[in-house]
């Protein structure tokens, strides 16, 4: 997805009431700025044309824009574009579940699973803490499990399975079926991309 995606989407959230996004997206709408909660810090995101910036709250929210902005750009400006205010269903998927995801995760879409087995493979405690501090909740799955929002509405569930003496780590991840309703599988992928380099 190029930047020209991000200025179609800016200007689909100026054309939007910012009154009905706001309620869609899960987000409020105020001083001139929808704020946008992700990953355990608030975004301001201006969309009047004169202004159109999105800014971080906190130190840990202008590290996550600087290392990971392609990411996080796209998953801010097109949840605002493309919420529903569909509620989750509790249903968990796998991203190849989605409809069309079995082609789409895969190549240069393949999600770095390895390395996230790799780094926490040997225990849980540390995986945890990270997730925690990205504003996640702790999960009864797997061997550990951590659920993170990317965006409001957007739950991701990463999951660890620990190294033993029959098989290495693996890693896995899970979302909401109600994602494939509401958002096309770049920026589901955008989402999942997202969470998973947070945690690195």
């Known amino acids: 997805m190029s930047q020209s995606g991000l200025k179609t989407a800016w200007e689909k959230i100026r054309e939007a009431v910012s ?20 990953l355990g810090t608030d975004f301001l995101v201006y969309p009047e044309k004169d202004k159109e910036a999105i800014e971080a709250s906190s130190a840990q929210g202008e590290a996550l824009m600087t290392k990971f902005g392609y990411f996080f750009n796209h998953v801010c400006l097109w949840w605002l574009v493309y919420a529903k205010g569909i509620p989750p269903t509790g249903r968990l998927v796998r991203p190849e579940d989605l409809n069309g995801g079995a082609a789409f995760f895969r190549g240069s879409h393949t999600l770095p699973l390895d390395g996230l087995a790799r780094r926490y493979g040997s225990g849980s405690e540390e995986f945890l803490k990270k997730g925690l501090a990205l504003g996640g909740e702790r999960c ?4 550990a499990c951590i659920k993170l929002h990317p965006a409001p509405g957007l739950p991701i569930y990463l999951l660890l399975w620990l190294e033993d003496e029959e098989f290495p780590a693996r890693a896995g991840v899970l979302l909401d079926s109600s994602a494939g309703i509401v958002l096309p599988l770049d920026i589901i992928w955008s989402a999942i991309m997202l969470c998973l380099l947070a945690m690195f």
């Open 19 to 38: 009154g009905e996004l706001s309620r869609n997206a899960g987000v409020p709408f105020k001083d001139g700025a929808f704020v946008f909660p992700s």
């Open 140 to 143: 009864d799955l797997a061997d």
